[in-house]
């Protein structure tokens, strides 16, 4: 009898460490998920604004219909890969899908503040000045956000892949969360959105 309370005992602290293990787990996985969508908000504001800059720019920059189309395009790309990715931001490929779409965003509006340069009276607009300065606010509040964000997936990936949760990590379906970084040194650099 007292063997089998001894394996019954033992059964029971097993199964309250693995609980454990599930238990945070799951709350990291949920924290890094939060994270996500404060990104999504601040790249959602970052999506409104973009529309309004090249409305504001047409007048302008009448010649330069490609620079602006291809604005709107990578707009639309982003928006729709940012919906998939916060759908699951668990899911690495949704995650580095927006990430390209992104950097493609990224290096279309660099081409519309370089060929708005061109352009003294877009450059004197108050209202393209003011969607500037909204926008510039928007890409320091998304580059925080993704500072939390790889904060959280970090702290994520290091307590699944530590001894002892690893082995219950994948059993359980805990898969390693994608960092939001940039690949390339093109992309590190910031978009300039002065028009002084």
Do not use: C, W
């Not at 309250?16 to 996985?29: K, P």
């Not at 759908?87 to 990224?106: F, I, M, Q, R, Y």
């Amino acid at each position: 009898m007292i063997p089998l309370l001894v394996a019954l005992g033992l059964l029971v602290v097993v199964a309250l460490f693995v609980v454990g293990i599930y238990n945070r787990l799951v709350g990291l996985r949920n924290r890094f998920k939060n994270a996500f969508a404060q990104i999504d908000v601040q790249l959602k504001r970052r999506y409104d604004l973009i529309p309004n800059l090249v409305e504001t720019a047409k007048a302008y920059l009448k010649h330069e219909r490609e620079t602006l189309e291809a604005v709107i395009r990578a707009r639309n790309a982003a928006a729709s890969a940012a919906t998939t990715a916060a759908a699951n931001p668990a899911d690495a490929t949704a995650v580095k899908s927006l990430l390209s779409a992104e950097s493609g965003l990224s290096g279309a509006l660099g081409r519309l503040f370089a060929l708005s340069e061109a352009y003294p009276d877009l450059k004197a607009n108050q209202n393209m000045a003011q969607l500037t300065e909204e926008l510039t606010s928007t890409e320091n509040k998304i580059a925080f956000a993704r500072q939390a964000y790889n904060d959280s997936v970090m702290t994520y990936n290091t307590a699944r892949e530590t001894f002892p949760a690893v082995i219950f990590a994948g059993m359980f379906g805990f898969n390693p969360a994608e960092l939001f970084q940039v690949d390339s040194p093109q992309e590190r650099q910031a978009v300039k959105v002065s028009f002084s």
